[in-house]
């Protein structure tokens, strides 16, 4: 078996068949054995690859085999190269996809509420950092709301304040509901549920838009903007003539028109086809956050303060003013409860009633497309954090009872002291002077 080079024994003292990894130089192998030339035909660790060495070059079938060879190592390499490309190519196109995926769900519900919960509006002046804003720092802005953030720096805390106000508002109002506005650790704010088109997210976005009003028309009265300043408000034909009109009012009509221009300018971005859901949610929006400015706009009071000696009010002067911010709370909150269900009209252009038999809704009211998520249970794609471990009242007929707020699954029961103020005298001059009480009270809590 010495003269037969069919075999070569590798480094490592492992013989490979020739056969097996190199078909094309076969017959040369038989030719060449038969002839008793010798030539080895050795394998690299490519067993793709044929490496041909003739110790004989005269032998016609030698080179014919080399020259096989070589044509199959070249053809090996184009194969291996053309499936590496391909597969360089279609790993590059998956992870663009995935990319713009995550892109997409996140810019859903990246919002703008986030400057509500961000502590870099907490400084007036840390809005600029050098020379350069940091307006494109802050997370939640669309692009067009950067471009406001970068001209109207100054408003930025407002805005902020304005959200933070909305979700605290937001808060008290759910407190007792299933949903209870709860914030999460992210710049959606209030989580996936908001992707949803209901009455929640319905409530949120005019919430928040009456927020950037109050908060911008009272930035005005009190000179933090350098764009407007008092209200410059007609005078109500309803006033008492001997009153006097021009107090520093809140200036709701520059808050108005500024929120509605930030406001709905990220919904104005983008250009949808009809029929097309993002086409629905933009108009749903828009017409949501014009229910919340209305709710603060058109309920403007005149606030008047006498003036005289020992309070006689002898001289009256009146000036316009904010509702309180739990007052638009309560407005919204009825609007939520009376809600509107739309959906495209055929032509797919614009939203209408879902249910014909129902009033037509105004720019004041509320409306949504899809019913809300079950809130009973954890739903972390829905949002849904649950009512387990919730607060609830035993004997509560509303949706703070417990029968309610548990879903039907019954309540945990125990017992909790309670320490507190009592018994408060007041002493001249001039203190408060108390006791302290405890008392044992029953605490309910959804099992």
Not at 88 to 97: M, P, Q, S, T
Not at 143 to 165: E, L
Not at 169 to 181: G, L, P, T, V
């Amino acid at each position: 078996m010495s003269g037969v080079s069919g075999w070569r024994r590798r480094s490592r003292g492992v013989q490979l068949p020739l056969a097996q990894h190199c078909p094309a130089v076969l017959d040369s192998q038989l030719s060449t054995h038969d002839a008793g030339v010798g030539s080895t035909v050795g394998i690299d660790r490519d067993t793709s690859r044929c490496d041909c060495s003739n110790s004989n070059n005269t032998n016609s079938s030698s080179s014919s085999s080399s020259r096989s060879c070589r044509r199959t190592n070249r053809t090996n390499r184009t194969n291996r190269t053309n499936r590496t490309s391909t597969s360089l190519l279609i790993w590059g196109l998956v992870l663009v996809l995935l990319f713009m995926l995550q892109a997409s769900a996140v810019g859903a519900i990246d919002m703008w509420w986030q400057l509500g919960m961000s502590d870099m509006l907490k400084n007036r002046q840390i809005y600029i950092l050098g020379a350069t804003p940091i307006c494109t720092q802050l997370k939640g802005l669309s692009a067009g709301q950067v471009r406001f953030c970068q001209k109207f720096h100054d408003h930025m805390p407002s805005i902020g304040r304005g959200a933070k106000m909305a979700i605290g508002e937001c808060q008290w109002q759910f407190k007792y509901m299933r949903w209870n506005c709860s914030t999460v650790a992210d710049s959606s704010v209030f989580g996936p549920v908001i992707s949803i088109s209901s009455r929640e997210a319905a409530f949120t976005h005019a919430i928040s838009a009456a927020g950037v009003v109050y908060a911008i028309s009272r930035a005005c009265r009190e000179g933090d903007l350098r764009s407007c300043h008092c209200s410059r408000a007609q005078r109500p034909r309803t006033l008492n003539d001997e009153w006097i009109w021009g107090g520093c009012g809140d200036n709701i009509e520059y808050g108005y028109r500024f929120a509605k221009a930030f406001v709905d300018v990220r919904e104005q971005e983008k250009t949808h086809p009809r029929h097309s859901p993002d086409l629905a949610r933009m108009i749903m929006n828009r017409h949501n956050n014009e229910a919340g400015r209305k709710a603060v706009y058109n309920y403007a009071k005149v606030a008047c303060k006498c003036h005289g000696v020992s309070g006689s009010c002898a001289l009256k002067t009146c000036w316009q003013q904010l509702p309180t911010f739990r007052e638009i709370g309560d407005r919204l909150r009825d609007r939520y409860n009376g809600a509107t269900e739309v959906r495209f009209n055929r032509r797919g252009t614009r939203l209408v009633r879902k249910v014909r038999k129902f009033n037509k809704p105004t720019k004041e009211d509320l409306i949504y497309m899809d019913a809300s998520p079950d809130y009973c249970v954890a739903n972390a794609t829905t949002g849904s954090l649950g009512t387990k471990g919730r607060l609830c009242f035993r004997n509560g007929k509303g949706m703070e009872g417990c029968d309610l707020m548990c879903c039907g699954r019954g309540y945990n029961t125990y017992k909790q002291k309670l320490v507190e103020r009592c018994h408060c005298k007041f002493f001249w001059c001039c203190y408060v002077q108390c006791k302290t009480c405890e008392r044992i009270i029953d605490v309910h809590t959804c099992k």
